[in-house]
Nanobody, 126 residues
């Protein structure tokens, strides 16, 4: 069974940091693009950051560039999202998702993803 399990969310003050984890199981990790997504009320689900595991290429939304870093541990089959200098606008439930589609990381969209985790909540207080 293919599974994605997120962890690491929590409550943090503005300017603080969190590291989210997405542990994958049940599929060949190296063949996938894995991304982090969020959806603010009334808005479309947004790809925050994605990584193509095989070559390590990455994508970041403009709103998080310079503050978030995505990376993978291919031994642990886990993708991490290091979030620094957090802002209240980053408050959301963060879900990781995966696809085996041969897409560049920069083109990852929620409708391309095949498997989803349940999410981990992030709250940034002002």
């Amino acid at each position: 069974e293919r599974q994605l399990v997120e962890s690491g969310g929590g409550l943090v003050q503005t300017g603080g940091s969190l590291r989210l984890s997405c542990a994958a199981s049940g599929f060949t990790f190296d063949d996938y693009v894995i991304g982090w997504f969020r959806q603010a009320p009334g808005k479309e689900r947004e790809a925050v950051s994605c990584i193509r595991i095989r070559d390590g290429s990455t994508y970041y939304a403009d709103s998080v560039t310079g503050r978030f870093t995505i990376f993978s541990d291919n031994v642990k089959n886990t993708v991490y999202l290091q979030m620094d200098n957090l802002k209240p606008g980053d408050t959301d439930v963060y879900r990781c998702a995966a696809t085996a589609a041969p897409i560049p990381a920069m083109f990852c969209k929620y409708y391309d993803m095949d498997y989803w985790g349940k999410g981990t909540p992030v709250t940034v207080s002002s």
